[in-house]
């Protein structure tokens, strides 16, 4: 039985990288295709569904924090950014904007296949329920999620799309409720890798994703911050179908 290799488009102004990306890729099983810019991005995304864009953050024209904020309008696939630049700033904008993951240039490419693995091992993973505890609706505090559609319900049934990131950081409170999760915990379970020292990137996700329940930035009643500790689902989650 064979299976369709999965479909990525790597989006870098380079063309020496773009062609070693698509060769390498090629390599080890994928799909690679390429585009130079943003508006090459947009005609291939017309004749394409990928399952995950690789994004260099400076382009010319629109830039990748630009590429991400107009995908994820529309869409939920999956996105690492790659940056040149050592300031964290751009690592955490592209993460509120709703990337995935991201990685520094220079890097490795077996570094960069790594995070491909496991950002689409999260994406399909989240895809089906593996059992009751996984159900496609749970509900916590006035909420519901539809993990099959990647979507918050609130009581008034208005549905509320989620990033790959959000999605996965909402999973992992959902998954252990009423339990005070670190930083470094919430990271290598939401990424599958250790936390990089002083890396502050689930705080950008946490904030995120109060903002997407309505929390009060004095008072946040459902991820409560526990000082020196972490964080904490303080709702009961309930399983629905």
Same mark, same amino acid.
């Given at each position: 039985?064979? =299976? #369709? ?7 870098? /102004? ?11 890729? !090629? ?8 585009? +130079? /810019? ?8 017309? *004749? ?12 010319? !024209?629109?830039?990748? @924090? #630009? ?15 790659? #940056?040149?630049?050592?300031? +964290? ?10 990337? /995935? ?26 895809? *089906? ?10 509900? @916590? ?7 099959? #559609?990647?979507?918050?319900?609130? *009581? ?14 909402? *999973? ?17 379970? =939401? ?7 002083? /890396? ?24 409560? =911050?526990?000082?020196?500790? !972490? ?9 629905? =179908?």
């Amino acid at each position: 039985m064979t =299976t #369709t290799p999965a479909t990525l488009i790597v989006v870098d /102004d380079d063309p020496e990288i773009r062609e070693l990306l698509a060769d390498y890729l !090629g390599r080890h099983g994928y799909r690679a295709l390429v585009a +130079e /810019d943003a508006e090459a991005l947009r005609r291939l995304l017309i *004749q394409e569904t990928p399952d995950l864009l690789i994004v260099d953050i400076m382009l010319p !024209g629109d830039d990748g @924090f #630009t590429i991400c904020r107009d995908v994820r309008r529309d869409s939920q696939v999956p996105i690492i950014m790659l #940056t040149a630049s050592a300031d +964290e700033t751009d690592r955490i904008l592209g993460l509120e904007l709703g990337a /995935d993951d991201y990685l520094g240039k220079p890097f490795n490419p077996r570094e960069l296949l790594a995070r491909i693995k496991a950002v689409l091992r999260r994406a399909r993973g989240n895809q *089906q329920p593996q059992d009751p505890a996984r159900a496609r609706l749970v509900s @916590f505090g006035g909420w519901q999620l539809d993990r099959m #559609t990647r979507e918050l319900i609130d *009581q008034e049934e208005r549905r509320i799309p989620l990033s790959g990131a959000d999605f996965q950081l909402l *999973q992992v409170f959902l998954e252990h409720p009423e339990q005070i999760l670190s930083r470094d915990a919430l990271f290598e379970l =939401t990424r599958g890798r250790p936390a990089p020292p002083l /890396d502050r990137s689930i705080d950008v996700h946490v904030c995120r994703l109060r903002q997407r329940l309505g929390e009060d930035a004095q008072y946040h009643q459902l991820i409560r =911050t526990v000082r020196g500790a !972490g964080y904490v689902l303080t709702a009961r989650v309930e399983a629905l =179908t």
